[in-house]
């Protein structure tokens, strides 16, 4: 067979690892050829692609970001793209398509599947929103990042007696906040799908002074809205080709109006891209390995159409088709649970 593979959307770590995972099972059992497309869908529209062998992923499992480059580009957007996508896979004898990325990028792989471009769907994204799986890869390694700053965040806190704000990414979900926020001790975690007023944060801070603590650490989603004013806070107007603003801010708003309010010196610390950067952690590789290797055998079967998955401890598909549109919110056992030491 002649294999296509792409990495769609943000880049993450651990897409390397999958495209390695996928390579090797494809050529050393099952003596496919497997071609690279470079920046996502762009490269598909554009016919831009390298053969990937042996020799191009070896060494690239624990290295971040994408060999392959990555872009937002929706192939759906113009027909012609479509078309153009459609001559491609001809001219380039794609039998089909791993198609490696978060909600967009598999919502898309959904649709050309459709339209008889035979597609697998790997689900990456650091913010572990995508339905039908337990995890995405690449969240496990900025929650690590996010924990090692709050943990950083925390001594410095403790020294000055601020509260310290710490924004970490997650467009719909707070799934970062959560987990890092739990991990990191945080005393107010603020996700997009609790809005949460600002008298009931400034009272979690004003509780602690109480007990005789002199800081606090707030950890908020980039996609939370607080409850009088539910406008997302975002860095400008314009939206992506699938119609995404830019998110980011939404700690400093909070942080004038907490040291407002509570007359308690505030920093805030938003921690931006450096979340998807660097090395994946080793539950990232073993994922996307798992998920390259399952992606493989999957196209191999013949049985398109589908993601791969983690259930429990085990690899599995879903439909692409449940995917699509679809985001996984945070588990409130798991919110229920952070609630405990809030204040
Ligand atoms: O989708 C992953 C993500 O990191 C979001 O958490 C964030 O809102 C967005 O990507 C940032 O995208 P960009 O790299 O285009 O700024």
Not at 150 to 168: C, F, G, K, N, Y
Not at 184 to 192: H, S
Request: net charge negative; hydrophobic share 40%.
């Amino acid at each position: 067979m002649r294999i296509g593979i792409l990495t769609g959307g943000g880049d993450c770590p651990g897409l390397n690892a999958a495209i390695r995972g996928v390579t090797r099972r494809s050529v050393d059992t099952y003596q496919s050829t497997v071609v690279g497309i470079h920046n996502g869908w762009a490269g598909l529209i554009q016919g831009d692609t390298e053969p990937l062998s042996l020799y191009s992923v070896s060494g690239i499992l624990h290295r971040g970001g994408t060999i392959l480059g990555t872009s937002r580009t929706n192939p759906m957007k113009d027909p012609a793209d479509i078309e153009r996508i459609k001559e491609n896979v001809k001219k380039f004898e794609l039998d089909a398509i791993a198609a490696i990325g978060g909600e967009d990028t598999l919502g898309a792989a959904a649709q050309l599947n459709d339209l008889g471009i035979p597609m697998v769907g790997l689900p990456k994204t650091i913010d572990n929103d995508i339905m039908g799986t337990d995890a995405t890869f690449g969240f496990d390694t900025a929650v690590s990042i996010a924990t090692d700053a709050i943990d950083r965040l925390h001594t410095t806190a403790e020294s000055h007696h601020r509260v310290m704000v710490i924004e970490v990414m997650g467009r719909h979900t707070g799934w970062i906040a959560i987990k890092a926020g739990i991990a990191g001790g945080a005393d107010c975690i603020l996700i997009p799908e609790v809005p949460k007023s600002l008298e009931d944060i400034c009272a979690l801070v004003k509780q602690r002074i109480k007990k005789g603590k002199t800081f606090s650490l707030v950890v908020v989603a980039e996609g939370f809205t607080l409850t009088h004013d539910k406008e997302l806070v975002t860095q400008d107007d314009e939206r992506d080709e699938f119609g995404h603003v830019r998110l980011g801010g939404i700690g400093e708003v909070l942080g004038a109006e907490i040291e407002q309010v509570t007359d308690i010196e505030t920093r805030v610390t938003i921690l931006g891209h450096v979340q998807r950067g660097g090395s994946p952690t080793p539950f990232d590789r073993v994922l996307a390995t798992q998920y390259g290797v399952a992606a493989a055998d999957l196209i191999h079967k013949g049985d398109f159409g589908k993601m791969v998955a983690l259930r429990g401890t085990k690899i599995e598909t879903t439909p692409l088709s449940d995917v699509a549109g679809q985001i996984r919110t945070v588990d409130m056992d798991l919110y229920e649970i952070a609630q405990v030491f809030f204040g």
